[in-house]
């Protein structure tokens, strides 16, 4: 972990930790994981948001991976969590071309799927939502 203190002059602190690790695999597979804990303090408030990220891609084949979670605190509370994961990301000269992206939290269920260069849908618990 990596510590950074952070003080503004309006009396604020910021606490930033973080770490990651990369590693690289035969066949050109590189993984990169994360952790991260921030805090904000101001008056007599205190914010967190903290979590775990991955990411995996295969330049030689154009596959991705994508998973996170993040959870936003207030004084200790939870007040919002959040995962984001993806399933079949494929990338080509076009960008993405394949594959889904999801962020879920208590309400919210966002899929985007990408069925081809250009072509995306986005729905939010399962009603479709215009992308223009």
Do not use: W
């Amino acid at each position: 972990m990596k510590d950074i203190d952070l003080s503004s002059p309006s009396g604020a602190t910021r606490s930033i930790q973080s770490s990651y690790s990369v590693t690289f695999v035969l066949g050109g597979a590189v993984t990169v994981e994360k952790e991260f804990d921030h805090v904000f303090s101001k008056d007599a408030d205190t914010y967190q948001y903290k979590g775990k990220s991955k990411y995996v891609a295969n330049p030689s084949t154009g596959d991705l991976a994508i998973s996170s979670e993040i959870s936003y605190l207030k004084n200790g509370s939870d007040i919002g969590s959040y995962t984001i994961s993806s399933s079949d990301l494929h990338a080509s000269f076009c960008g993405l071309d394949k594959g889904s992206i999801e962020l879920k939290n208590a309400s919210h269920h966002y899929v985007l799927t990408i069925s081809g260069c250009g072509q995306h849908t986005l729905t939010d618990n399962g009603t479709a939502i215009p992308l223009n």
